[in-house]
């Protein structure tokens, strides 16, 4: 069996039970360091280890004080003056009266202001409490008695330590020490070596550690700036599932559920066993009645159930309009959205859209222009292009442009009015619905000048640290151009 190295040390000298205390003295190194290897050895079956609780003692501040300057017994007795067999000692000293107390323990007793005693009393009574006084600096040597005085004076306080006995569980010439590997090359495999590593294997489900980044990161800066422009524009924000069904991503947007974007190669599906969250049976009743009527063929409700990645935070925003009706209000939705991009400088399978509806009666298509316009100056856009465009669920539409400083005009949007095919099966028969997606990842490489999206999620320092700065310059310049949010 192969063992690490220092595991192989650590049996070596644990053929018997041994203190790991020991153990550590003898490899010069301290007992915490041990311990990851004592915890595999166990793990891996070469070692037992078992756990005691032992009680120690230790030198109070009190104590610590009597050490350095002697017990007043002791000092008291060392002051004692001895001629002709008798030794006298004078009273009138500090700490006197604590003195006094210890050595009537003993038998000595003071007669008036001085203490007279014989030689030989005084002898015996001195190598008692020199006793006292070693035991104080050694108290690992100290008999229990000694150590029940010495908790009664305070001078020592009781506690609890856990030691740590080690065995070898295997003899030692049934383990080998071997190298351990993370990683093998060529040569490893090749020459055979591999067979003499230890192959650390990975643990997956330990969190790596967090290291703060040096400064805080700029696409998330900018996500909560473009919430702070919606709610300063009067909108209320709504929050949806990632994991959507395709009667929210689809249906109740009049996608025909044979439309190409429903197709596999457009749209991520997800296997799921469990149960699903049903449309109200009504809702679904009146958007299978406009499928069947408008595009013709047969609407199957099992479809609608199935599971998908949303494709775009419409099915947040349709949500809202189901559940809200007829009336006049304005919410947005911030989020991810999923497609089977081919990745590239422009494209990602995995990006942020901001998804807005306005709802009111008599709004028409100028007023969708007029705020799409606002959003994007508000977000430091000045200059936007609209070019008429086609999409299942709007009439009229149109795709939203803005220029990038490297990349030129870059489509970042779409936008238009819901179709009553739309608003009609949610209950919205009053109002009209003005409604947009737009790419939050292009809008803020346009508004920061960066020519390649994977660019937005770098973990390179120095890059986060340089978009960051790009972030606060522009927006110190959108506050000095004093920009106002107006409904």
Known sequence: MFVLPIIYEILKRAQDWRL?????????????SLMRYIEEGRARGVLYVDRRVVESFILTEEGQRRVAEGLPEYRLLKSAVCEGGRCVIDLSQPEVEIALANLAKIGIRPKGRVLEIDEETYKKALAIVEERQRFLTALDSAPREILQEFLRRKLVKRVEKTQIFIKAAVPIDAVRPAEVKTALTSEDITSGRWRDYILKPFDLSIEPPEYPAPVPHFFNEFLNYVREVMVGLGFEE?????????????????????????EIHDTFYVEWDGPVEQPPAELMEAVKKVHEEKWQYKWDPKKALNLVLRTQTTATTIRALAERGDGEYKVFTIGRVFRPEK?????????????????????????????????????GMDRVKFRPAYFPFTSPSVEVYAEHPKLGWVEFGGAGIFRPEVTEPLGVRKSRVLAWGWGLDRIAMIILGIDDIRELFTKDLEKLQEYYSRWVKYRRNIGSRGIRYTI
């Open 238 to 262: 709504v929050r949806g599932p990632i994991l959507e069904v395709e009667f929210w991503n689809f249906d109740a947007l009049f996608q025909a559920q044979d439309h190409p974007a429903r």
């Open 20 to 32: 790991l205390d020991d153990i550590a003295r003898e490899l010069g190194t301290p007992p915490e």
């Open 343 to 379: 990745l590239d400088p422009k494209h990602s399978m995995e990006f942020h859209q901001l998804d807005g509806i306005v709802v009111g009666p008599g709004l028409t298509f100028k007023h969708l222009l007029g705020q799409l316009e606002q959003i994007a100056k508000a977000l």
